[in-house]
């Protein structure tokens, strides 16, 4: 089945680490997203990725680290500097990166905690 | 810029009634539109999407949804709703610039009594 998988599903992060949320998809699509959920918030957008070596910030990139060498995986770190990371990650994928109509897939999530 | 309004925070239904939800949004040129459903610790499900033509658009566990253009409104809809539609739902316009980035509301979370 193709699809989204993000790991670890909880993770804990101590003061002053960096820890690093893994997506991966096999849908061969060429974007993919990480957004950030809390309470009431809706979806804010980290970073995103339209081709594989290439990634944009988005509306909440500080704190937040991505990579794309590969073109079905783009690890987000969580930072030292991200002072409240306390917060459900999704990962999302759309089959392109440069035209509107496309929807977005969603992984399961991470849950990020602050020990 | 973009922005999506979801004015109802909680919405608490009878098992078998309808439900509707609404949503508004802010874009400068046709908006790409999109309903997404969530359960408890999941990620989001795609639940209808409009791009052009027909107005009413169908989609997936019997919701549908009608733009209007003049009121800048997608709201979503269902004739009878089961225990099973409880969840959160995300209203999302897309966006024809760089990145295919979508624009979330801030939810609405469904209850449903028996």
């Known amino acids: 089945d193709g699809g989204i998988t993000q790991s670890p599903k909880y993770l804990f992060r101590k003061e002053g680490q960096n820890v690093t949320l893994s997506c991966e998809q096999n849908l061969n699509h060429d974007a993919m997203y990480w957004y950030r959920q809390d309470p009431g918030q809706g979806l804010r957008l980290i970073y995103y990725s339209q081709i594989v070596n290439d990634f944009q910030k988005g509306d909440i990139a500080e704190g937040y680290s991505v990579s794309r060498e590969k073109k079905e995986s783009f690890p987000l770190t969580v930072t030292s500097a991200q002072k409240n990371p306390t917060a459900f990650y999704l990962c999302a994928s759309s089959i392109s990166g440069t035209r509107g109509n496309q929807p977005q897939h969603f992984g399961d999530g991470t849950r990020l905690s602050i020990l | 810029a973009q922005s999506v309004t979801q004015p109802d925070i909680h919405i608490t239904v009878s098992e078998g009634a309808s439900l509707e939800l609404r949503c508004n949004y802010s874009y400068g040129a046709t908006p790409y539109l999109f309903w997404y459903v969530q359960s408890p610790g999941q990620g989001l499900q795609l639940l209808l999407k409009?791009?052009?033509?027909?107005?009413l658009v169908q989609g997936i566990k019997g919701f549908e949804a009608e733009f209007k253009r003049s009121q800048s409104s997608f709201n979503l809809r269902k004739p009878s709703v089961h225990w099973s539609d409880a969840a959160e739902y995300f209203c999302a316009v897309g966006s024809l610039a760089a990145g295919n980035k979508l624009t979330f509301g801030g939810g609405t979370r469904v209850l449903v009594k028996p």
């Open positions: 409009y791009f052009s033509g027909d107005t």
